[in-house]
T-cell receptor, first 113, second 112 residues
Framework: NAGVTQTPKFRVLKTGQSMTLLCAQD?????MYWYRQDPGMGLRLIHY???????AKGKVPDGYNVSRLKKQNFLLGLESAAPSQTSVYFC????????????FGPGTRLTVT | GEDVEQSLFLSVREGDSSVINCTYT??????LYWYKQEPGAGLQLLTY?????DMKQDQRLTVLLNKKDKHLSLRIADTQTGDSAIYFC????????????FGKGNQVVVIP
């Protein structure tokens, strides 16, 4: 099992450019999540999905869109990148059953100049 | 509420015990977790405790839960240099959909 994988690992964007981050999990998990991690802020939930074809907003959804067309994949899109979106992005997945633990990918470090 | 508070930094000598503390606000959380993040890596689940337990021991790790004070702690015995990392506590929330609320993390530096 690869667990949760994320591509790319690093990316530099110019303001206004768009990109898509890909998350994949091979654990047949129902739930998937996108977080961003900023110094001193901990992890903040951007969007999540409770199953294939569903998405929902987390705490900081503005400027991001997501799609879950296949159960194993969860895509995070930035339509028009801003410097405030410079961050490390983590994807996670969960089976949906107790103890509800989430498994994390290695992260994508995004810099917007 | 779903705020989780953690102190920021702990320095400990190799071989000593480390204690990391966390307070949470959602008294109806069913599970509480400790995650470890090594430099440049994602979060790795270390252990979790069910809310009806007071203590859980797993090898060098001891988790203590005080539900009255909403206080969670992680003790690492015989701390090793490989324990240098950021430690996050998290709680399952009443928001449902398996959402977790994370603290801001506590950086532990082990001095050889």
């Amino acid at each position: 099992n690869a667990g949760v994988t994320q591509t790319p690992k690093f990316r530099v964007l110019k303001t206004g450019q768009s990109m898509t981050l890909l998350c994949a999990q091979d654990m047949n998990h129902e739930y998937m999540y996108w977080y961003r991690q900023d110094p001193g802020m901990g992890l903040r939930l951007i969007h999540y999905s409770v199953g294939e074809g569903t998405t929902a907003k987390g705490k900081v959804p503005d400027g991001y869109n997501v799609s879950r067309l296949k159960k194993q994949n969860f895509l995070l899109g930035l339509e028009s990148a801003a410097p405030s979106q410079t961050s490390v992005y983590f994807c996670a997945s969960s089976s949906g059953g107790p103890p509800y633990e989430q498994y994390f990918g290695p992260g994508t470090r995004l810099t917007v100049t | 509420g779903e705020d989780v508070e953690q102190s920021l930094f702990l320095s400990v000598r190799e071989g000593d015990s480390s204690v990391i503390n966390c307070t949470y606000t959602d008294s109806s959380s069913t599970y509480l977790y400790w995650y470890k993040q090594e430099p440049g890596a994602g979060l790795q689940l270390l252990t979790y405790i069910f809310s009806n337990m007071d203590m859980k021991q797993d090898q060098r790790l001891t988790v203590l839960l005080n539900k009255k004070d909403k206080h969670l702690s992680l003790r690492i015995a015989d701390t090793q240099t490989g324990d240098s990392a950021i430690y996050f506590c998290a709680e399952s929330t009443t928001l449902g959909n398996n959402r977790l609320a994370f603290g801001k993390g506590n950086q532990v530096v082990v001095i050889p």
